[in-house]
């Protein structure tokens, strides 16, 4: 097939595949699968040829010429995910308490009683790790990109699932309001405060795997065990304060403003419960749109917040795709758009998320 023959369907054709739903563009090039010269079709995301109606399928043949469909993802201008979005603002973007540097605005949710649109990110980013008050401004972008209060004041914490430390046992695992804690140093950007990926120690049964290489120290949990007992270590461990998630919410300002696409993502409808190969990808505030593979369930982790450290259990660990300022992310599956789980701490090695209907449990909220 000549190549000006291919240019020459593309020009008669290109208007009617353009109106197909989900075509973002018409181009020439080598079909994958023989290397012959023929029509691509850009999709922003592919999807299973039984879920088209015939009128919405690309043809295999435009005027004898072959076609193929070739996934590009959304394609859009590029803004930095750290900028100040307005009028409109996605998901997968900067934002954070004001006290902290800068999280990532995960998903938009709804309250399972009042059907109010709210913000979903990590308590962490919205909550100040516990340091903070219902009502406390939320800010987009984040203080570290130049988010100021109360200009930039988008929403206010609605309520969050207070972080259990290894050595504050007694702090409640419901939604709640707390009293701040004594003042602290404020925040500077590459601490857990501010919304740093934080380190992790992963425990898989008794093996304890170090993952180092991040801005923080990797800080391991330790237990005292008398003379050689290992039912005393097991107890102990049993012991130690444990948590399922880092989460909170924010109630917007003004909920129209609120698009919830996620950069580089789109939509996201439901959610899916995360398997080892798995596939995912995410939009964050640091790394903007990145994928990865599920590597581990069930993770048992000791994750470093500052000088303080919190156990997580029941995690999920993918390959790296995250940097500090990540925390907050929704991480989406690559094959059907659902939500996963929510981003919230890892490494140069590894990254960590909450699975997702823990947290939407947890908050009572649905996407």
Do not use: W
């Not at 699932?161 to 004594?182: E, G, Q, W």
């Not at 789109?266 to 990808?281: D, I």
Request: charged share 15%.
């Amino acid at each position: 097939m000549a190549l000006n023959d291919v240019f020459q369907a593309q020009r008669v054709f290109q208007n009617s595949l353009l109106a197909k739903p989900n075509v973002v563009g018409v181009a020439v090039g080598l079909k994958n699968s023989v290397g012959e010269p023929s029509v691509c079709v850009l999709v922003e995301r592919k999807v299973p040829v039984a879920a088209l109606s015939a009128s919405e399928a690309v043809p295999k043949e435009v005027d004898g010429v072959k076609t193929d469909v070739v996934e590009v993802g959304y394609l859009r201008a590029y803004d930095s995910p750290r900028d100040r979005y307005r009028p409109e603002i996605p998901s997968g973007i900067s934002i954070g308490h004001y006290k902290i540097t800068a999280g990532t605005l995960g998903t938009i949710v709804t309250d399972r009683l009042t059907g109010e649109k709210l913000i979903l990110s990590n308590n962490h980013v919205l909550a100040n790790s516990n340091n903070a008050l219902v009502g406390d401004a939320i800010l987009q972008p984040g203080p570290a990109d130049g988010g100021q209060n109360p200009a930039d004041m988008v929403a206010r914490l609605e309520r969050f699932i207070a972080l259990r430390y290894v050595d504050d046992p007694d702090i409640p695992t419901t939604p709640t309001t707390p009293t701040p804690n004594p003042p602290t140093v404020p925040p500077t950007p590459g601490t857990p405060g501010s919304c740093t990926i934080v380190n992790s120690v992963v425990a898989v049964v008794n093996a304890v795997a170090a993952l180092v290489g991040s801005q923080q120290r990797v800080v391991p949990s330790t237990v005292v065990v008398p003379t050689n007992s290992q039912a005393a270590v097991v107890d102990a461990v049993a012991q130690t304060p444990s948590n399922e998630v880092d989460c909170a919410l924010a109630k917007p300002v003004d909920p129209s403003k609120f698009t919830g696409d996620i950069v580089g993502i789109g939509q996201v409808h439901g959610t899916k419960a995360a398997g080892l190969n798995m596939a995912v990808r995410k939009s964050g505030r640091t790394t903007g749109y990145t994928t990865g593979t599920i590597t581990l369930l069930n993770a048992t982790v000791n994750v470093a917040y500052g000088a303080r450290t919190a156990r997580f259990t029941g995690q999920i660990i993918t390959t790296p795709m995250s940097q500090g300022g990540d925390s907050g992310s929704l991480i989406v599956d690559a094959a059907e758009n659902k939500a996963v789980g929510l981003l919230f701490a890892g490494s140069s090695l590894s990254t960590i998320f909450n699975p997702i209907d823990a947290v939407l449990n947890a908050l009572q909220v649905n996407l």
